[in-house]
């Protein structure tokens, strides 16, 4: 099915442990996003890509690195966990006027 | 900075009423989406508004420019539709998305 694949669903880290979350979306989409959402805070975005090749940061970018690999391909890493990084993850992508906005199924991080 | 405010918090409904959700933001805007998230569930866009009215199904979206105020309405509403509904918008030539913090709707049976 095309949509925007995120790995893992779930991950506990412990404090300060490194990880990678990966996205892919197969829409042949230019802009791609990492939004993290809290209880009480809705959603924020960490970083987002306009394009292969450029990434800028968003609300809260702190603790956070990301590599647009490719056209497909958005990572977002945690160099050194924190619990205050415990989160849902989403990735979303989408056309580059704003169309077909596309989430994908978000990461459970617990970081203890 | 574009503050995303919608009400209610949470709405509570029974079957086959009719609901309205409200989205107000501060700033004009490029255009807004409607996102519907079940339960630990994914989100799902469900509208992209940057004028007047569009629907689907029993969905229907208004957006008024002037007023910086949208509306989501759902007619005939069913328990499946029990989600958190999120209005986000966008503004100049980037699509990141600002959020508001979601609307909690329980239709019961």
């Known amino acids: 099915n095309a949509g925007v694949t995120q790995t893992p669903k779930f991950q506990v880290l412990k404090t300060g442990q490194s990880m990678t979350l990966q996205c892919a979306q197969d829409?042949?989409?230019?802009?791609m996003y990492w939004y993290r959402q809290d209880p009480g805070m809705g959603l924020r975005l960490i970083y987002y890509?306009?394009?292969?090749?450029?990434?800028d940061k968003g609300e809260v970018p702190n603790g956070y690195n990301v590599s647009r690999l490719n056209k497909r391909e958005f990572s977002l890493r945690l160099e050194s966990a924190a619990p205050s990084q415990t989160s849902v993850y989403f990735c979303a992508s989408s056309e580059a006027d704003g169309l077909g906005y596309t989430f994908g199924s978000g990461t459970r991080l617990t970081v203890v | 900075k574009n503050e995303v405010e919608q009400s209610p918090q949470n709405l509570t409904a029974q079957e086959g009423e009719f609901i309205t959700i409200n989205c107000s933001y501060s700033v004009g805007i490029s255009a807004l989406h409607w996102l519907q998230q079940h339960p630990g569930g994914g989100i799902v866009s469900l509208f992209m508004l940057s004028s007047g009215k569009k629907k689907h199904g029993r969905l229907i979206a208004t957006i008024n420019i002037q007023e910086k105020h949208s509306s989501l309405h759902i007619t005939a509403s069913h328990p499946r539709d029990s989600a958190v509904y999120i209005c986000a918008v966008f503004w100049g030539s980037n699509y990141k998305l600002t959020f508001g913090k979601g609307t909690l709707l329980t239709v019961n049976p």
């Open positions: 890509s306009a394009s292969e090749g450029t990434t």
């Open positions: 829409m042949n989409h230019n802009s």
